[in-house]
């Protein structure tokens, strides 16, 4: 193999038509002398590593052998917290988890009661909801500062969920079983009883989905849940809150819709009744909201200033409930209040099985949001404070704390961020601070439950919503994704409105499906280009966006970025044949007619073959070999002597028929962005490298990667004709090789046939009809693609 430099001589010398001088400035230059590896060559200079595949007797030895460190590794891989507890600086970190765990419990508990009115529970219950969930993660999460607890998205989910299993109308009162428009009408009592069953059994079937899904090891698949779905499925989940939460605000009545354009029909039923609005709640509620933006915005911009967030939600429904109780303004103004909190805990219930049947589906859903929004926000805090946050044990703990959780009467737990939040930015360390927070709460629901009675419903209603803001302000992504990549911009506006309009299940649903269908449509309609060379370097860049670049005269480097499957093959011979310009089985297909034509010709005597091509009589007249349809004339046979003849196909021939010129003589296949190959993929190629190669042109294969190489050598790819040779370890190996190969030699079109234009060529040329019958025949033949 000769060497050749990269370019490294002194003197000027031609590459392909690319004059390449040596650098007069040095600088950053670098200069690298080698030979030019083809595979073959590669691999006889560089020993490959020989990979000896375990048995499954060593495997199962491996992942069965015990010994005290694999226990103790094990142990701790499931109870993360006997890693860090005994760790625990109580002197450094104690302070700054009680502080933390106070401000976080406070806001627990008023998040709780008001993402009770999203689940359509009873609000004591979501008290409940913001303590059972905590203890287990404190043993089983890998996150020091997730707060754990109702989040109000899967609330709205579930509270979906409950209104289409168990609506008002199910629940008539004896005496009134015909008007339901009016509360009266509807045994409160059974009805709530039942949504609690419902709510706590779709928590306990979620949780196991999560255990489930932890166990198996699949915590991958929450990264089908992209950054742009996210945020297009919680600014819609935002809108869906805020709707159902402005009729408590307002204090009017609605009736209840599930399902498609559910939230339409909720504002519809809203602003048609807007005149019965109660004006005590909703002076409450703007007033709330106004106060708790104003308070939230001040804690952000002087958070380097105000050492504890001030804790609005807790002082706004301490004054709420202090005006409600003393102005009595339930029965002065028929406000809404919360009424009854039961004090104390209540007993463990199983859940209803029988429902399970019912609610997979949206389990499933509620599980997934719930785990993907907690993991997202654990490993953005994981990342600031330097610790790891593991997937699938995230899976496992949050599916045991929502099992533990569920048997208690509690609603789905997660995260939500704002808590978070709260909870690291007051100085907590670890989840100590949120087993003090739990602390807070049950004291909420021993003692100062009953107390929280008169608040008006409205009050919690406009705490949600203040707490909506960075959902709805998500919506300024929208311009930012359309500058950096549109297709993600519409998987985050597809997600949003289909989240919207279709309910918060069927949007995850089509959100989820239209982001697929953009990585599918991606990968089989991808990027390709053809490359050109940067004067005196080896780098080969897109010829269309730089100015400088140089192709190697006579020769078409062609990259396809996409693996080379079968939903790509198609257009990646569409791309191939647009960058060649010409369509190798048509070029192959009126070389073959013209060589028909000639040979009648000779036959007749119209045309004379000798070494130097076919030449025509003078006498004869040109019209004469206009591209018609073969005489059926008999042609005596005239003996002559066998002559090999050479046809020029970009020249002019003697005959009128259009054969499409061929300017090149080498095809480089740049493979470096071709990560996988299937079956078809390596058919179709093999197919098209022959069309290409019985034409005259020689085909390299560059930059492949060589598990790429491996599947074409187990799928058949090489035979007698195709061989390694062809393959180049980089896209100037090739160049320099095709290079070094012109300069010795002219290249020859194999179809400048070296055929026998006499009587004794008995078979007439075959044409080749298409590229699909081709492949059909093969397959029939062969089993392996073979030719």
Same mark, same amino acid.
């Given at each position: ?31 690298? @002398? ?77 998040q709780g009661l008001a993402f009770a009115l999203l689940a359509e529970v009873p609000v004591g219950y979501g008290l409940y909801s913001a303590f059972f969930p905590i203890l ?13 607890? /109702? ?15 168990? /609506? ?24 709530? @009883? ?63 819709? &599930? ?25 409450? @509620? ?9 308070? #939230? ?14 804790? &609005? ?24 209040? &919360?009424?009854?909190? /039961? ?155 289909? @989240? ?62 996409? /693996? ?25 297909? #009126? ?7 000639i040979q009648s010709l000779i036959k007749k005597g119209q045309l004379r073959a000798t070494r130097e091509g076919v030449i025509t009589d003078g006498s004869v007249a040109n ?8 005489? $059926? ?21 003697? &005959? ?112 080749? $009809? ?9 397959? $029939? ?7």
């Open positions: 193999m000769k060497s050749v430099s990269s370019h490294l001589f002194g003197e000027q010398e031609s590459l392909g038509g690319i004059e390449m001088p040596a650098p007069e400035n040095l600088g950053d230059n670098y200069f690298v @002398a080698r030979a030019v590896y083809s595979e073959n060559f590669f691999q006889e200079e560089n020993e490959r590593k020989e990979k000896v595949p375990k048995t499954l007797r060593d495997r199962l030895a491996k992942e069965c052998s015990c010994s005290a460190k694999r226990i103790l590794g094990i142990i701790k891989s499931v109870f993360p917290v006997l890693d860090w507890l005994p760790k625990y600086k109580l002197k450094q970190w104690l302070p700054g988890d009680i502080i933390s765990g106070l401000s976080t419990g406070l806001i627990a508990t008023l287990p993660y404190f043993f089983l999460g890998t996150s020091k500062h997730l707060a754990v607890g /109702p989040f109000p998205i899967t609330s709205l989910m579930i509270g979906s969920l409950i209104l289409q299993l168990a /609506p008002d109308e199910n629940f008539p009162l004896a005496s009134n079983t015909t008007d339901f428009s009016n509360v009266t009408g509807v045994d409160v009592a059974a009805r709530d @009883a039942q949504r609690v069953i419902i709510a706590s059994s779709v928590t306990v079937l979620a949780g196991i989905i999560q255990l489930a899904l932890g166990v198996l090891q699949v915590g991958f698949i929450v990264r089908y849940l992209s950054v742009p779905l996210v945020g297009g499925f919680t600014t819609a989940a935002a809108f869906h809150v805020f709707v159902s939460q402005l009729k408590i605000a307002l204090s009017v009545p609605t009736q209840s819709y &599930i399902g498609v354009l559910s939230v339409i029909y909720t504002l519809i039923d809203i602003f048609r009744n807007i005149r019965q609005t109660n004006i005590a709640d909703f002076i409450a @509620a703007l007033i709330t909201f106004i106060v708790c933006v104003i308070v #939230k915005e001040i804690n952000v911009r002087f958070k380097d200033k105000i050492k504890v967030p001030i804790p &609005i939600e807790v002082i706004v429904t301490i004054v709420a409930t202090g005006i409600s109780y003393g102005a009595n303004l339930e029965k002065k103004y028929n406000a809404g209040i &919360i009424k009854s909190i /039961p004090t104390g805990f209540l007993p463990p219930v199983s859940p209803d099985a029988s429902l399970f049947s019912q609610m997979g589906t949206s389990a499933f859903s509620i599980a997934i949001v719930g785990y993907a929004v907690a993991v997202s926000v654990a490993k953005v805090f994981g990342t600031k404070h330097g610790y790891p946050i593991d997937g699938n044990q995230e899976f496992i703990a949050l599916g045991i704390s929502n099992i533990f959780g569920g048997c208690f009467s509690n609603f789905l737990a997660g995260t939500a961020l704002s808590r978070t939040a709260v909870q690291e930015s007051t100085g907590g360390k670890t989840q100590v601070a949120g087993l003090l927070s739990a602390v807070i709460v049950m004291i909420a629901i021993l003692i100062v439950g009953k107390l929280l009675e008169p608040l008006q419903k409205s009050v919690l209603a406009a705490i949600v919503i203040a707490n909506l803001k960075g959902m709805f302000w998500q919506v300024f992504d929208i311009p930012v994704l359309w500058r950096q990549n549109r297709v993600d911009c519409l998987i985050w506006i597809v997600t949003w409105i289909a @989240a919207i309009l279709l309910g918060l299940d069927l949007g995850l649903l089509v959100g989820v499906c239209f982001e697929l269908l953009t990585v599918v449509l991606r990968a089989q309609f991808p990027f390709s280009t053809s490359l050109g060379n940067v004067p005196n370097t080896d780098i080969y860049k897109n010829l269309k966006r730089y100015k400088n670049l140089v192709e190697p005269k006579g020769v078409k480097i062609f990259k396809f970025s996409s /693996p080379l499957f079968f939903g790509s093959v198609d257009y990646f011979k569409e791309k191939l044949n647009n960058a060649v310009g010409f369509d190798p089985v048509r070029v192959f297909n #009126k070389r073959t007619k013209a060589l028909k034509k019209e004469g070999f206009e591209d018609e349809g073969e005489s $059926q004339e008999e042609v005596p046979d005239v003996p002559t002597k066998e002559v090999e003849i050479q046809v020029d196909w970009n020249s002019e021939l003697p &005959i009128k028929i259009q054969v499409p010129k061929v300017t090149i003589h080498s095809l480089v296949f740049d493979f470096s962005a071709v990560s996988f190959m299937d079956i078809v993929g390596v058919r179709i190629f093999k197919m098209v490298v022959r069309q290409f190669e019985r034409i005259g042109i020689k085909i390299y294969v560059v930059a492949y990667e060589d598990h790429v190489l491996k599947k074409l050598e187990n799928c058949g790819f090489f035979d007698e004709n195709l061989k390694k040779d062809m393959f180049y370890l980089t896209i100037h190996d090739a160049v320099v090789h095709i290079h070094t190969q012109t300069m010795f030699k002219d290249v020859q079109d194999p179809i400048f046939e070296k055929i026998s234009l006499m009587q004794e060529l008995k078979e007439p040329l075959e044409e080749v $009809q298409d590229d699909v019958e081709e492949l059909e025949d093969q397959n $029939q033949g062969h089993a392996g693609f073979s030719y």
